[in-house]
């Protein structure tokens, strides 16, 4: 880049050398060569005008050709790039593809590539024309006065010049501007020759004297004879140097600060100023030329730290002092010509000098000369000046008469000598001014421009028409009536957010009607400010930015009943504008970046300050006029606006940038006629068989889904797609870039290839049809799953079935990131769209990519519970949820599900094999066609074979640069696409890496960004353009290609050391734009690890980078790459949490301790991170007892025991954060405090100080935790532990009941057969682990030595509940779990076993609650295993057992209502007689159960955690007709996934021995909900599926199952 930068001054170096050498060579010309030189220089000015004048964005086809052909570019080739209609716009697009399309070689490609790079900007530097222009001018001058036959005129002007130092270059004092300074790297050499050479440039600028950091720019003279009040100056802006005569039209300008007399008294100031006007007036009348004087601009001859021409200004308080002085008029001319000096001296004009900190009011004062010819004719203006004589106080008129002429830019006195020649001379200078008027008024009127073009280039930034890849911000003030007639263009362009300075735009403004065609959200400029400090991803939710049109009153809204009222300018100012900035640097800053959006100032109304500050904050965010343009139909409007603008630019750039003039309506036909696609509504299928029209801003309502029509890409204008361009799509799809509508469209017109369809494609079909005309499917939404390898295929073929099926269903795809609420409302929305009945609506076929399964199942409710109200009849789904997700193990999941899983492998059928090589051939059969195009089509087309691969990828890296910024790129690319799935790098970061610039002044992002790269990079990286925001992004073509880059490209580097380097980027880091989306992906190369219900082939501890560094490099590596990622990003404290993990998984406790202590002081009350820290003292205690040895000393054993109690401790301190938090059920506290405790037990066991007696038990030990004793031993040295393990065993019992009643109430949803992958049982089959450790513990604090010792002391019950608990009947799970027993004796054993710990009669013993809990649910456990076990009570006797629990007001856990709800529920054989009180306790007993299930599930998605039903009601009597779920799965037959799919589906209610056992229960609906009868009244029953619920009131009947929410629902039909 630097090398780029050196040549560009080089060729700026040489140009301005040969400018001004042609400059002294032209004065040294003879006269009579004049004529001939004249006519040259006109054609070379014509020529320098084309580049020198125009921008590359204003070039026409004849410019192009001629710069081609002036570059060295063949003919032939010029010739076809000129019948291409190849502009200025398109010159800056053109790629390598194009130009060998029409057949151009490579080294001309090179050649012209090389120079349009050179190019740049330096065909916008007006130098060269300017000079020769001044030099045709000068040449006019000595032909007119060779002419008059006097050589001698000419003289005193060049003897005046010389002694002035300006004869040698009188033009080029346009040079005398700057020194072009050096860029990075200039030699000595360079800066010597350039050391005498100025350039004046609107791209260059010189230094302000104010502030040394800010250079000065120069800007145009106001217009001659214009009193227009918007114009304005900008301080320290500079004016074009002053000038001599030129065509007597064309002004002369001189400069006068008056600074020092601006600030003298009335009588000084006037004399001061008066003299200087008359001075020059007379000078311009005498020569007959035009000429203005500037009075505020600094002249040449003052101070050199000042520009010549620097707009300084001058403070005025009284303008009548400046008017009043050309009073002086009549005492300075002679009578006769007095009055023709009054009319040819123009009053003052005063133009106010503007600038950003508009400390102080300035202005210039300029006098305009105009000596008309009628005027001035025959006249000569002899003058006496006034001077201010300061010893008399006094002013005194000369007394000579003086006639001053134009010399140079100087006005001079007419020498004695030369006065007859010049009076002489008078009729010819009147004859010259008389035919410069007419030749003036003949050009008077100027050919209209083509503003159509300059709308067109303007607003799509070069192309032919518009598309979605540009974003647009409106910034606008008042709309009349009218206008709004011919904004219907604003309508159709891709509008991000609009600046609205229209207070009643709500009411009769733009907003009013715009809205009737979008979506939008109103804002106000405060709600951009963030004082919240939201993230930007959450800031952009928050304002439904890139979802809806966000509008922005900025100067409050009228109708608006809040306090954001509309206020005048100044008020405006003092309160709004900072918040203004704030919004504009958000836009620009962190949400859009530069060349991806355009601010289009729409001025319909008088401009006022507000709108003006709107622009100056996006020229210095956006470092330009670049992307930023301005529509105006009034030129008024425009002026005023420019003016004001100029502050920032100048009017020159301004202008070039600004469409003025162009009826709006022509604006509105115009901009119409440049989109892509016509615009006709879309359309839907409807359930009649027709269509109906879906609307704009219906469809933008429904922003979460990507909505597919039954026309999709219809609207297209074929005359927009050469073919070019229609190859670039086929050729991009088949690289490896997602599927577009518009390649299936372009396959069905035979415009382009076939798509090949898989025969996955047909399976999904196949599926589908099932599903909708199928007879098995009964429910309201389906789930329809593909499973596929990445780069197989998958996405595509889920596409392909919706193009297919998008004229008979409602097809869409679900966005990312939506709350599931959203979705569904939306689906539903979409689905009920202009159909007359919603019961009969088409079914809606959603696209699910890359989901996540807790969203799945959630969204699969809530469409269910939606819809269960609406249903009429379940023959076919409502809604077809198509889920697309990558897996690297699809069959064996397509086989866990096959009625409704497809899977996608690389492996092809020989018919697919057979369609492939067609494709292939039928590619390699065009012209110039490469397969490195279609990179990814080949090596699927070798169903990526991993030598294929590796061997592809060894050819493409061959003697690529290791040490260059792009090959760095492509390793870090490489590490995050492998590891990281679905990641990639924004283009924007990349430009950054690469230094591009495309951030910097001046430097625009108008080519494709891939052209810049190495043909390696080229071919692999594919660019992705995000559907949403339209930012684009690379990625590496497939993730088996970016393992092996990342392989061959790491060389002697490790990837922990690639990984580091990428850490030390701190280009692509901070880099504002996508930051939260890089900073996500580098965070889960570090620390989101696999799971398999992602898809994933493992469930791992860590990343999978960290994982392969520990692996191949070690685990210190790995370590210190995550140290300083914790480092790098932020100390955050999940790194410090996985930091933990990493070293107490490698053993390395005291390490793990530090930084599990880091984490919990970044986030002190995270339950997760407090189980981190408890985890590392678990692990750390294991390994200590794991390594234990029998010569251990007491010292090594207590610090065993201060760990475990440790661990226990801060478990406890998880248990207690989780129950704070709302959005998560984090249960791991509880199982850790369990499993350390009983793993403390064990070791206390093992002890000599606690000997094991003959029946293997632990007497002195249970007396120790469980009494006031103590054993001698142990008394001094444990003094610290007493208390603490004495308190171990009500510890760990609270546990235990806490994850006995929360699996009570859940499903747990874990492959209990699926042990291979070696995952911890808390985790695969917690009621398994939950009944082992009872049983654990229970073993440590039984023993009927103590028993039978103590009698009826107080612990003797506690050892007996001990005992129980050994047997299983220590808490709800583990006495339902007997149920599930494949032993039949022994749980009916265990359970008479434990019913005999009990005394005979309960009521009498006075059990405790928990106990009593057990007891009843003892024997309805038994009555199921066992009916005839005399050792159950009979269900009248547990009813009265169980009235404790609805009598005693006071809170008893969910378990016991449960009970009352088996216990009470209507029994056939005991309740005859109607009774209200059974039904008080039954209906208690139910709301009591939903309140504690509400604030057990919190603010989790019940879906994530399914309530489960233990038991049904079945067809006996008493405690027979209790039924539980274990024996109806001991009915039907499968796999234990194929059975849990039977109840999901509801097949289970198809066997027909479950209607045997089961009993349906009479009911009814009314309005979506179920009834039954209780005993005296109805009785809410809660329904499973709500999509079963019949809607209106129908008698029902259902199977009645009971769980922990309640009284439950199943197999709901109507009553026949």
């Not at 009319?343 to 210039?364: A, T, Y």
């Not at 930034?461 to 206008?483: A, F, H, P, Q």
């Not at 506290?1229 to 037990?1241: D, I, Q, S």
């Not at 049982?1321 to 009872?1334: A, D, F, G, H, I």
């Amino acid at each position: 880049m630097e090398k780029e930068r050196a040549s560009e001054k080089d060729i700026l170096l040489k140009m301005q050398v040969e400018c001004s050498n042609f400059c002294l060579r032209f004065q040294s010309i003879p006269e009579k060569q004049g004529e001939n030189l004249k006519e040259v220089l006109s054609e070379a000015l014509a020529l320098v005008t084309d580049y020198g004048q125009l921008p590359v964005t204003e070039w026409n086809e004849s410019h192009v050709k001629s710069w081609l052909t002036s570059i060295g570019i063949k003919e032939v080739y010029v010739e076809k790039l000129y019948e291409e209609e190849v502009t200025g716009p398109t010159l800056r697009t053109l790629d390598e593809p194009f130009l060998k399309g029409i057949g151009m070689k490579g080294a001309q490609i090179h050649l012209l590539m090389s120079e349009r790079k050179k190019l740049g900007d330096l065909n916008t530097r007006p130098d060269f024309a300017q000079a020769v222009q001044d030099n045709v001018n000068m040449l006019n001058k000595k032909k007119t006065k060779t002419a008059g036959g006097n050589t001698k005129d000419k003289q005193p002007d060049l003897l005046t010049e010389e002694r002035k130092g300006v004869a040698v270059e009188p033009q080029c004092t346009q040079f005398n501007v700057k020194p072009v300074s050096l860029q990075h790297g200039a030699s000595k050499q360079q800066q010597s020759g350039m050391k005498n050479i100025s350039t004046f440039s609107k791209t260059e600028s010189i230094m302000n004297t104010d502030d040394p950091g800010e250079s000065l720019r120069w800007t145009k003279c106001r217009p001659f004879n214009s009193d227009d009040i918007n114009f304005k100056y900008v301080k320290n802006t500079v004016l074009p140097p002053e000038t001599g005569v030129l065509n007597l039209i064309t002004p002369c300008h001189e400069y006068k600060s008056l600074t020092t007399a601006a600030s003298l008294d009335r009588t000084r100031l006037q004399t001061k100023f008066a003299c200087e006007v008359m001075k020059f007036g007379s000078a311009c009348m005498n020569i007959r030329t035009n000429g203005t004087i500037h009075f505020g601009v600094k002249d040449r001859v003052e101070n050199k730290c000042w520009e010549q021409g620097q707009i300084v200004g001058i403070p005025i308080t009284d303008r009548d002092v400046y008017v009043d002085a050309l009073d002086y008029i009549e005492r300075c001319f002679e009578p006769y010509v007095q009055e023709a000096a009054r009319l040819c001296i123009h009053p003052p004009v005063f133009i106010e000098v503007i600038s950003k900190d508009n400390q102080e009011r300035l202005f210039v004062v300029e006098v305009d000369i105009e000596p008309i010819s009628s005027i001035v004719k025959d006249k000569i203006f002899q003058v006496r000046l006034p001077k201010f004589n300061e010893e008399r106080n006094k002013v005194n008129i000369e007394k000579q008469l003086v006639i001053y002429q134009r010399v140079g830019a100087n006005s001079e006195p007419v020498k004695n000598e030369d006065l007859v020649t010049f009076i002489q001379n008078l009729q010819d200078r009147d004859a010259r001014r008389e035919k410069a008027e007419l030749s003036n008024n003949e050009h008077l009127i100027d050919d209209p421009q083509n503003l159509g073009r300059k709308l067109s280039v303007l607003l799509t930034n070069g192309k032919s028409y518009m598309n979605d890849s540009l974003w647009y911000i409106l910034v606008t003030n008042k709309c009349t009536e009218d206008d709004l007639k011919s904004i219907n263009f604003l309508m159709h362009m891709n509008i991000f957010c609009v600046f609205d300075f229209d207070e009643d735009s709500n009411i009769s403004g733009l907003y009013s009607k715009y809205k009737e065609c979008h979506a939008t959200s109103s804002h106000f400029l405060q709600n951009y400010s963030n004082d919240s400090r939201m993230s930007t991803t959450e800031l952009q939710k928050h304002l439904c930015l890139f979802v809806k049109k966000s509008w922005i009153f900025c100067n409050g809204r009228s109708d608006f009943l809040g306090n954001e009222k509309p206020c005048d300018e100044n008020t405006w100012i003092r309160t709004k504008k900072r918040f203004l900035k704030k919004a504009v640097s958000f836009i620009c800053e962190e949400l859009l970046p530069r060349g991806s959006f355009l601010v289009l100032f729409l001025l319909l109304s008088p401009v006022e300050k507000p709108i003006v500050d709107t622009f100056h904050e996006f020229y210095s965010e956006m470092n330009g006029m670049d992307f930023i343009m301005c529509l105006a139909e009034s030129r008024e409007n425009y002026e005023k606006w420019a003016n004001l603008a100029q502050a920032s630019c100048s009017t020159e750039i301004l202008e070039q940038r600004s469409i003025v003039g162009m009826k709006l309506s022509h604006v509105d036909a115009t901009v119409q006629s440049m989109l892509p696609s016509t615009t006709h509504c879309r359309h839907l299928p409807v359930s009649t068989k027709g269509l109906c029209a879906l609307s704009a801003l219906e469809e933008e309502k429904m922003y979460s889904l990507e909505i597919l029509c039954a026309d999709q890409c219809d609207d297209i204008k074929l005359d927009h797609l050469d073919k070019e361009e229609i190859k670039v799509i086929d050729e991009t799809f088949y690289r490896g870039k997602k599927v577009s509508w518009k390649n299936f469209w372009l396959a069905d017109k035979r415009l382009c290839g076939e798509l090949i369809e898989r025969e996955a494609c047909k399976e999904v079909l196949k599926l589908l049809n099932d599903f909708l005309f199928g007879n098995r499917f009964k429910y309201s939404v389906a789930k329809l799953k593909v499973f596929h390898h990445p780069g197989s295929g998958g996405s595509t073929i889920a596409r392909q079935v919706l193009w297919r099926q998008r004229k008979d269903l409602r097809c869409a795809v679900i966005k990312g990131t939506y709350p599931v609420a959203t979705v569904c409302q939306h689906a539903t929305d979409f689905r009920h769209y202009d159909e007359k009945d919603f019961r009969t609506s088409l079914p809606v076929l959603l696209l699910m990519e890359d989901y996540d399964e807790e969203y799945l199942d959630e969204l699969y409710y809530s469409l269910a519970d939606t819809m269960g109200p609406n249903k009429r009849h379940p023959s076919r789904p409502s809604f077809i949820l198509l889920c697309c997700k990558r897996s690297n193990a699809p069959d064996k999941l397509c086989r866990n599900s096959p009625q409704d899983t497809v899977a996608v492998t690389h492996r092809l059928t020989e018919q697919e094999k057979n369609l492939f090589r067609t494709k292939l051939e039928n590619f390699e059969n065009q012209t110039e066609f490469k397969l490195e195009y279609i990179l990814t089509f080949v090596l699927m087309s070798n169903e990526f074979d991993t030598t294929y691969v590796r061997e592809f990828v060894e050819h493409l890296l061959k003697d690529i640069d290791s040490s260059s910024r792009e090959t760095s790129l492509m390793r870090y690319v490489a590490l995050l696409n492998f590891y990281v799935h679905n990641s990639y790098i924004s283009l924007s970061h990349c430009e950054v890496f690469l230094g591009l610039g495309a951030y910097q002044e001046r430097i625009i992002r108008e080519y494709d960004f891939i052209s810049h790269l190495s043909e390696q990079a080229r071919l692999i990286f594919i660019e992705l353009r995000e559907t949403t925001t339209y930012i684009s992004s690379i990625q590496i073509i497939h993730h088996l290609v970016a393992k092996e880059i990342l392989d061959q490209l790491s060389g002697d580097r490790s990837q922990s050391e690639i990984a580091t380097y990428l850490l030390q980027e701190k280009a692509l880091l901070n880099h504002r734009f996508g930051r939260e989306e890089f900073i996500k992906f580098i965070r889960d190369l570090f620390i989101r690890r696999d799971k398999k219900s992602r898809g994933d082939n493992v469930d791992s501890l860590f990343s999978p980078f960290i994982e392969h560094v520990c692996r191949t490099e070690s685990p210190e590596k790995a370590i210190g790459v995550l140290k300083y990622a914790y480092e790098c990003l932020g100390k955050d404290a999940f790194f410090a949490q996985q930091l933990a993990r990493l070293h107490y998984v490698y053993d390395k406790y005291e390490d793990a301790k530090y930084w599990a202590e880091i984490a919990k002081s970044h986030l002190p009350n995270d339950s997760y991170i407090l189980d981190t820290e408890g985890q590392v003292y678990r692990r750390w205690f294991s390994f200590m007892v794991d390594n234990r040895k029998d010569e251990d000393i007491p010292e090594d054993i207590i610090e065993m025991i201060e760990i475990a109690l440790k661990a226990m401790k801060c478990f406890r301190s998880a248990q207690q954060a989780a129950k704070s938090e709302q959005d998560s059920m984090n249960n791991s506290g509880y199982f850790g405090e369990v499993e350390v405790g009983c793993r403390l037990l064990k070791l206390l066991s093992s002890l000599e100080v606690f000997p094991k007696n003959a029946r293997g038990e632990y007497p002195e030990l249970v007396q120790y935790l469980l009494t006031d004793y103590i054993p001698d031993d142990i008394q001094k040295p444990w003094g610290k532990l007493h208390s603490r393990l004495k308190g171990l065993h009500k510890n760990i019992y609270n546990a235990l009941d806490w994850i006995s009643e929360d699996l009570s109430y859940f499903q747990t949803d874990k492959n209990q057969k699926d042990d291979e992958d070696g995952r911890e049982e808390q985790v695969n089959n917690p009621r398994v682990w939950l009944k082992r450790q009872c049983k654990v513990y229970a073993k440590f604090f039984s023993s009927d030595e103590l028993t039978e010792e103590n009698g009826a002391r107080s612990k003797t019950q506690l050892i007996k509940n001990m005992n129980i608990y050994k047997h299983g009947g220590g808490n709800v799970t583990t006495i339902l779990s007997l149920l599930s027993d494949s032993n039949s004796k022994k749980p009916v054993q265990n359970l008479e076993k434990i019913i005999s710990f009990y005394a005979e009669d309960p009521q009498k013993d006075n059990l405790e609650d928990a106990d009593l809990i057990n007891y009843i649910l003892c024997h309805i456990t038994l009555a199921c295993l066992s009916p005839g076990s005399s050792r159950i009570l009979d269900l009248r006797i547990l009813r009265e057992l169980s009235k404790r629990f609805f009598k005693r007001k006071r809170p008893f856990p969910a378990s016991a209502h449960f009970l009352l709800t088996l216990l009470y529920w209507p029994d056939g054989g005991l309740d005859k007689d109607s009774n209200a009180v059974k039904d008080d306790i039954l209906k208690s007993a139910i709301h009591t159960l939903k309140n504690l299930h509400d604030i057990k599930i919190k603010n989790v998605a019940p879906r994530k955690k399914r309530i489960y039903t233990h038991f049904f009601l079945g067809t006996g009597y008493g405690l027979r007709k209790i039924v539980p779920k274990t024996n109806i799965d001991k009915l039907m037959s499968g796999s234990l996934d194929e059975r849990r799919k039977m109840w999901h589906n509801g097949d289970v209610w198809k066997t027909g021995k479950v209607h045997e056992v089961l009993k349906r229960v009479d009911g009814w609906t009314e309005d979506g909900r179920v009834f039954a009868m209780g005993h005296a009244g109805q009785i809410p029953i809660l329904p499973l599926h709500f999509d079963s619920v019949p809607p209106g009131n129908e008698n029902v009947t259902f199977y009645l199952g009971f769980s922990f929410l309640g009284l439950v629902a199943y197999h709901i039909q109507i009553k026949t």
